[in-house]
């Protein structure tokens, strides 16, 4: 009897112990020898159909795959958690959505558009979920720092790409205006010079 899986179970047994999404590379690189893409196509669609109609299911984000609970499922299983999901305001989730459709964005043109100042706290309860960061600084007077959603964020949305975010008129009344170019962003980091 040999000690090594078949490529299936050992792909398998990662997905399902592991907390954040693996890329197809790492699931290649699992097996010995590395998995062509091919066969992990192969091997990833087998996994997808053998945990269909299940309470688990294999899914593919902007960060690479994972098991997460069934949409049908997590609703029944949300009453055993003690901590419930965060609600967020609707001044964190106003933020969060012209961040989405019009990044890379500053925190001025955020404000140009919800006509109010964004406060500070909105700001770090988007990047303490992990649902935004900096990319770089507009090449204007003060030199604002540009921000931009995550792979969290697509992954958390259960999305592949932006594009496949509803359009606006599915969201209702919120206009977004034209905002200038990014133009010269580099990847700095540098705290905003914008008033909160």
């Known amino acids: 009897m040999t000690d090594t899986l078949p490529p299936d179970a050992l792909i398998e047994a990662a997905l399902l112990t592991q907390s954040e999404p693996l890329g ?26 053998r945990w269909q109609n299940r309470a688990l299911q294999l899914v593919h984000s902007g960060e690479g795959w994972r098991f997460q609970i069934a949409p049908a499922a997590y609703a029944r299983l949300g ?12 001044a964190v989730m106003e933020t969060l959505a012209i961040i989405a459709y019009q990044q890379p964005v500053t925190r001025g043109d955020i404000e140009g558009i919800r006509g109010v ?17 900096t990319i770089g600084h507009r090449d204007t007077v003060g ?30 009344e919120l206009v977004l205006p034209e905002l200038p170019q990014a ?6 980091a540098e705290e905003e010079t914008e008033d909160a």
């Open 24 to 49: 197809e590379k790492t699931l290649r690189q699992l097996c010995d020898p590395p998995l062509s893409q091919d066969k992990l196509i192969d091997v990833l669609g087998s996994l997808k159909a």
């Open 79 to 90: 009453a055993l958690q003690e901590t419930r999901s965060p609600r967020y305001s609707r």
């Open 117 to 133: 100042a964004v406060s500070q706290n909105v700001m770090q309860t988007l990047l303490d979920r992990g649902w935004i960061e």
């Open 143 to 172: 030199r604002p720092v540009l921000w931009a959603t995550t792979p969290a964020f697509l992954a958390d949305l259960q999305l592949d790409s932006l594009e496949q975010l509803p359009p606006l008129t599915e969201l209702g």
């Open 183 to 188: 133009a010269g962003a580099d990847n700095g």
